[in-house]
């Protein structure tokens, strides 16, 4: 890709600058478990992930803008606006699980929400919650209060944001209940564009950046099986791997099976077979 200057690194995709105005955001086929990237790829995933995002970023134009200019041919590649990035990450959790779980069995509060007493790991809440985090380059992103948020982005636009992304995350739970996929948690990046307007950017509504429960299996008062990495966590602990890099390399087995699981969740949420999306990427965004 001669035209395109790399800009930056995330575990699983990287970014690239294509002029002054637009960055092309590719989705490799890597997978994170417990946090460290494994050397076996699950060929698709990509491809599945960047579907998705389109997909969710058509269902919630009318809530907020997105940075998507449009998905090039291969899948993968997203070519977007290129916006002034917030830093802090947008977190909306509906149901009690990960850091939120565990924060409020600690302190009965999550990001300064107090929540009710007596909650079990994985329940529902009476209504969501934005619970922003801070980024980090690595390893986990660190929760922080209301109080701290604003300080980073100002008070009155982190009202903004807040509004926008619980609004955002009701949408996207509301169609995802639909096809019975619960969206436990979610997390996104939001930018400002020229205008200055709020604009979702990054991956959005995709089982990397948010936590996919199939609701026939849901059952309160422990965690909840992955949609998608379920097969690769159990293979890599029963290896007795202490979740430091280097990962395990992944059996055939775990690759297929882990692969079936994620065109199962693009084809849940989409609607539409996997192969028609390869085959024209643009049928997502319609
Ligand atoms: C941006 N990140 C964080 C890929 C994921 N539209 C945009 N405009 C300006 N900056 C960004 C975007 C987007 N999306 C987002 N960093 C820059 C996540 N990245 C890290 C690198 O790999």
Known sequence: MPEAVHVGSGKVRELYALDEERLL??????????DVVLPTEIPDK??????????????TEAVCPNHL????????????????????ECVVRGYLSGSG???????????????PEGLSESDKLDAPIFTPATKAQTGHDQNITREQAAELIGADRLDAVESISLELYATAAGYAAERGIIIADT??????????????????????????????EYEPGGPQPSFDKQFVRDYAESLGWDKTDPGPELPDDVVAGTRVRYLEAFEQ???IPFAEYAAEPGTVLR
């Open 187 to 216: 997390k996104f990046e939001l930018g400002l564009d020229d205008d200055g307007q709020l604009v979702l950017a990054d991956e959005a509504f995709t089982p990397d950046s948010s936590r996919f429960w199939p609701a026939a």
């Open 101 to 115: 779980w565990k924060d409020y069995r600690e302190t009965g509060e999550v990001c300064g929400h107090r929540l």
């Open 25 to 34: 955001l590719v989705a490799s086929d890597r997978i994170s478990v417990f």
């Open 46 to 59: 990509g491809r599945v992930l960047t579907g998705l995002s389109g997909y969710w970023f058509s269902r």
């Open 269 to 271: 949420i989409n609607g």
């Open 69 to 88: 200019i449009g998905i090039r041919d291969d899948g993968r590649s997203t070519e977007c606006r290129r916006l002034t990035m917030l830093p802090i």
